[in-house]
């Protein structure tokens, strides 16, 4: 569950009216026997396992997972709240709307974004795994809005949102008890 919590935050706002999927054009085949169907297959099973849904779709953890691919991936107007300011989790169908694929697998593998998002695990991941979420994510259309806009420390944001309270001092080390 920490690692879910993690993985969702780089952020924006909740679904809706869906745009139509929109073809991938390929700006670099994955490998000769990866087909386009396999590609997609993958980017499905990367974002289920690596917790995209759990932030950047609204009401995914609530419905055991039991929402529609069309509503998947649309941001979040559900707060991160922390030292950090506030952030939201994005639109990802947006964010790779606005991107060719050479450009997507750039912003990537340097992502550096806020609290909780643990862009580290992107940034660690395969070239091919990061091309199959891209294609994944564009075969879902770019529907949706924007999440809401990153609030700075001391901007306190509207509900709904979730408030980290950090201990004081330096972060405590997982014990084998934890």
Partial sequence: MAVA?????????????NATA???ASSAPATSAQTDADLL????????????????????DQAAGDI???QWLLGSP???HGPWGTTYPA????KAAEMDEAAWLKYTSELHTRPPMPDFNLRAMKENDRRAIYR???????????APDYLPPGSMPQPPYVDFVM????????????
């Avoid at 639109?91 to 947006?94: D, H, I, P, T």
């Avoid at 994944?136 to 924007?146: C, D, E, T, V, Y």
């Avoid at 201990?167 to 934890?178: D, L, N, R, W, Y």
Wanted: net charge positive; proline share 14%.
């Fill in 78 to 80: 559900l707060g991160w």
């Fill in 68 to 70: 529609p691919k069309e």
């Fill in 167 to 178: 201990p004081p001092g330096p972060p405590v080390a997982p014990t084998a008890a934890s």
């Fill in 136 to 146: 994944f994510i564009r075969s879902l259309g770019s529907g949706g809005q924007p």
């Fill in 91 to 94: 639109n990802l169908r947006l």
């Fill in 22 to 24: 929109a073809p991938v």
């Fill in 41 to 60: 297959a993958q980017g499905e099973y990367m974002v289920r396992m690596g917790g995209c849904n759990d932030c950047h779709t609204p009401g995914y």
């Fill in 5 to 17: 919590l993690l993985v969702l935050s780089a952020c924006q706002q909740a679904p809706q009216a």
